[in-house]
C-alpha cells in the first residue's frame, strides 16, 4: 500500500506562487510514475504534471509548462509542483497521484493507483 499527503495549499493573489508538496510513504518502490491532478468546481479532474520517478523526466498538460515546474526526490519520498503566474482559473484542488506503471506521457486519471486526499489552491483576482 502506498500513501500520500499533500501540503501547501492556499490563498494567492493573481500573479503569485505556491509551491505544493506530496510525502510518498508505505510502499514508494512499487510507483514508477507520479503525477498532479486538479479539479476545479464543476469541472472533470485534469492533468497536470507527471514525473518519473527514477528519471528526473518531468511532463505537463497543455498550457501549463510556462508556469508549473514539478520535480522530485526519490530519496526523501517527495514530489512537489511550483506554481507560478498564476491566474483565477487554478482555483481547483490539487491532488497528488502514484502510478504503478510508467507513464511517459500525459495520462487519465483511470490510470491512476494511489491519490493523495487533496489541497485547495484559491486564486484571488
Known amino acids: 500500500q502506498v500513501h500520500l499527503a499533500e501540503s501547501g495549499g492556499g490563498v494567492a493573489p493573481a500573479g503569485g506562487s505556491v509551491r505544493l508538496s506530496c510525502v510518498v510513504s508505505?510502499?514508494?518502490?512499487?510507483?514508477?510514475?507520479m503525477g498532479w491532478f486538479r479539479q476545479a468546481p464543476g469541472k472533470e479532474r485534469e492533468f497536470v504534471a507527471g514525473h518519473i520517478w527514477n528519471s528526473g523526466r518531468t511532463y505537463y498538460g497543455p498550457s501549463l509548462k510556462d508556469r508549473f515546474t514539478m520535480s522530485g526526490d526519490i530519496s526523501k519520498r517527495t514530489v512537489d509542483l511550483q506554481m507560478s503566474d498564476l491566474i483565477p482559473e487554478d482555483t481547483a484542488v490539487y491532488y497528488c497521484?502514484?502510478?504503478?506503471?510508467?507513464?511517459?506521457?500525459?495520462?487519465?486519471?483511470?490510470?491512476?493507483?494511489?491519490w493523495g486526499q487533496g489541497t485547495q489552491v484559491t486564486v484571488s483576482s
Open positions: 497521484a502514484a502510478v504503478e506503471k510508467w507513464r511517459f506521457t500525459p495520462y487519465p486519471q483511470s490510470d491512476v493507483d494511489y
Open positions: 508505505g510502499r514508494p518502490s512499487s510507483i514508477a510514475t
